[in-house]
């Protein structure tokens, strides 16, 4: 996964980077120009001191009279193919006791028909170190330049990004079902103005369409439990008849247990649209010790009637992060899950440490895959009961508190670890 920035960290960089490019290539740019002027000046004084020199030599044999000039000597003609040279070179200047850059060239002047020798020298002292000041000047200037970015935008961030943020902060505090009315937010920005109008229609239709989900789920939870409590009823009725029971055992007792499960069925469905719909968000560090302690007491009979035997080993300090409701749902599916499909072969054992809480219980293996025990409506083909709904719930819960669930079966042991993410 890459890592996430803030737009304008994003815009701040790419334009820093984009002004860096800007300045080398202006310095570049400058340098390279210094470089062509210098060559132009010291070019166009050369040539116009030539110029004087040959008129100069015409009339007269002495060149004393022309400063920064050199007279070598007169030379053959065929050695002026070697000639002119260029060359930087530093001559100590006595005035102002220090070095200075000067450019030399080295030519051959005609003359009366003869071919002098001559050196001539300027100085581009200056022009150096002002191509060398522009240099040097370019990285602190940039440096300077970015900090006023970096700062400008940050400024420019709190006061033009303000509305969206606070747009932000709205849909990051928006919980369904509350029925919390959407504050305008004051901004003179068209986008914002449009974001916070697709906002507030996206609220209106989501509660809108929650509240209908919502009157339909406990409608039909609750309706469909008179049907249910009938069907109970009568078949309580049917089971104090010796004779009926004695025909259609079989037959009444499904009846009755799928009744008690439809009941069951539609509570837990109600309940996994409350969660998903975040509903439930009253999180805090709770200790597990005394409320696993109390569920395991509320199924006591439950085990001795089962004939199973449990091992406990719980250490206090075990806590996790989540809402006491959904923890006390959680440890009852998972609990009564244990129970339901143990067998005596070996004990449930509930065992906690500083992070983690671990069920097991001893049990034929799963006939499917066990990574789809955790899917709604999981059935399996051997006991022919749903499983999957009520650790569904339990999934849900855990992915609802930052937690993770995992399962797994070895050597004929179910075992259910729940520990936070990392």
């Known amino acids: 996964m890459f890592k996430s920035f803030r737009l304008l960290t994003k815009t701040t960089l790419f334009y820093l980077i984009f002004v860096l490019l800007a300045f080398f290539i202006s310095a570049k740019y400058i340098t390279n120009k210094a470089d062509q002027y210098v060559n132009e000046e010291t070019d166009f004084f050369f040539q116009k001191r030539e110029r004087h020199l040959t008129k100069y030599l015409e009339e007269s044999d002495s060149i004393k009279n022309f400063r920064t000039t050199k007279f070598k000597g007169v030379v053959d003609k065929n050695d002026t193919l070697n000639y002119p040279q260029f060359k930087d070179t530093l001559i100590f200047i006595d005035e102002l006791g220090e070095y200075q850059l000067h450019r030399q060239k080295t030519l051959i002047v005609k003359a009366r028909g003869q071919h002098f020798l001559v050196e001539m020298l300027i100085n581009i002292d200056d022009f150096l170190k002002l191509?060398?000041?522009?240099?040097?000047?370019?990285?602190?200037?940039?440096?300077?330049?970015?900090?006023?970015?970096?700062?400008?935008?940050?400024?420019?961030?709190?006061?033009?990004?303000?509305?969206?943020?606070?747009?932000?902060?709205?849909?990051?505090?928006?919980?369904?079902?509350?029925?919390?009315?959407?504050?305008?937010?004051?901004?003179?920005?068209?986008?914002?103005?449009?974001?916070?109008?697709?906002?507030?229609?996206?609220?209106?239709?989501?509660?809108?369409?929650?509240?209908?989900?919502?009157?339909?789920?406990?409608?039909?939870?609750?309706?469909?439990?008179?049907?249910?409590?009938?069907?109970?009823?009568?078949?309580?009725?049917?089971?104090?008849?010796?004779?009926?029971?004695?025909?259609?055992?079989?037959?009444?007792?499904?009846?009755?247990?799928?009744?008690?499960?439809?009941?069951?069925?539609?509570?837990?469905l109600n309940l996994l649209t409350k969660i998903e719909n975040g509903e439930y968000k009253n999180t805090i560090n709770l200790k597990s010790y005394d409320i696993i302690q109390k569920h395991l007491e509320s199924v006591k009979e439950l085990i001795a009637l089962k004939s199973l035997k449990v091992e406990v080993n719980l250490k206090k300090e075990h806590e996790l992060l989540i809402d006491p409701f959904l923890f006390d749902i959680l440890l009852k599916n998972i609990l009564r899950n244990a129970i339901r499909y143990a067998s005596n072969k070996g004990p449930i054992k509930i065992e906690t440490t500083d992070k983690s809480l671990k069920i097991s219980n001893y049990g034929e293996p799963l006939d499917v895959a066990s990574n789809i025990i955790f899917d709604r409506f999981y059935t399996s083909s051997s006991s022919g009961q749903s499983l999957g709904l009520g650790l569904s719930l339990v999934k849900r819960i855990c992915d609802l508190n930052r937690m993770k669930i995992d399962y797994s079966y070895i050597k004929g042991q179910h075992t259910f670890i729940i520990e936070p993410f990392v």
């Open 131 to 268: 191509k060398t000041d522009v240099s040097r000047r370019i990285i602190p200037f940039f440096l300077i330049l970015a900090l006023v970015i970096i700062l400008f935008n940050g400024f420019m961030s709190g006061y033009l990004l303000k509305p969206f943020n606070r747009i932000l902060e709205q849909m990051n505090n928006y919980k369904v079902g509350k029925g919390v009315k959407i504050k305008a937010v004051k901004t003179s920005t068209s986008e914002f103005k449009k974001l916070q109008l697709l906002f507030k229609h996206m609220v209106n239709r989501t509660e809108d369409d929650y509240q209908k989900l919502k009157e339909y789920t406990e409608n039909m939870a609750h309706e469909i439990q008179t049907p249910l409590a009938i069907i109970r009823n009568k078949t309580e009725i049917l089971i104090s008849d010796e004779k009926v029971m004695k025909e259609h055992k079989e037959s009444v007792k499904v009846i009755y247990d799928e009744a008690n499960h439809l009941s069951r069925l539609g509570t837990t």
